[in-house]
Nanobody
Framework: QVQLVESGGGLVQTGGSLRLSCAAS????????MGWFRQAPGKERDFVAA????????YYADSVKGRFTISRDNAKNTVYLQMNSLKPEDTAVYYC?????????????????WGQGTQVTVSS
């Protein structure tokens, strides 16, 4: 069982930056693939980025490549999402998620545990 708590959301102007954090409970954080997803009002929950549990591989949605960076600190049981050059279309609730099996995926249904979400609003 893993409990996830996101933080770091807020209101930022276009072009600004935010760093989201997701703190996980439990002693087996390193065994989970970690992902970030986002959901805008009236839209489906979309994949943003993921970090594999081993090997250090990272994955990004095309819409955030070159602007967002996912990282993890297993000693702190925390995964981060550094978001730069933010755009109004990045406005959404951002969720972190943990997947216990094999490798990260872009499908939200494949993830076992979810945080409560943190709101990111980018003003134009």
């Amino acid at each position: 069982q893993v409990q996830l708590v996101e933080s770091g959301g807020g209101l930022v102007q276009t072009g600004g930056s935010l760093r989201l954090s997701c703190a996980a409970s439990g002693r087996t954080f390193s065994s989970y693939n970690m992902g970030w997803f986002r959901q805008a009002p009236g839209k489906e929950r979309d994949f943003v980025a993921a970090f594999a549990r081993s090997g250090g591989s990272t994955y990004y949605a095309d819409s955030v490549k070159g602007r967002f960076t996912i990282s993890r600190d297993n000693a702190k049981n925390t995964v981060y999402l550094q978001m730069n050059s933010l755009k109004p279309e990045d406005t959404a609730v951002y969720y972190c998620a943990a997947r216990s099996k094999w490798w990260p995926t872009m499908r939200s249904d494949d993830y076992d545990y979810w945080g409560q979400g943190t709101q990111v609003t980018v003003s134009s």
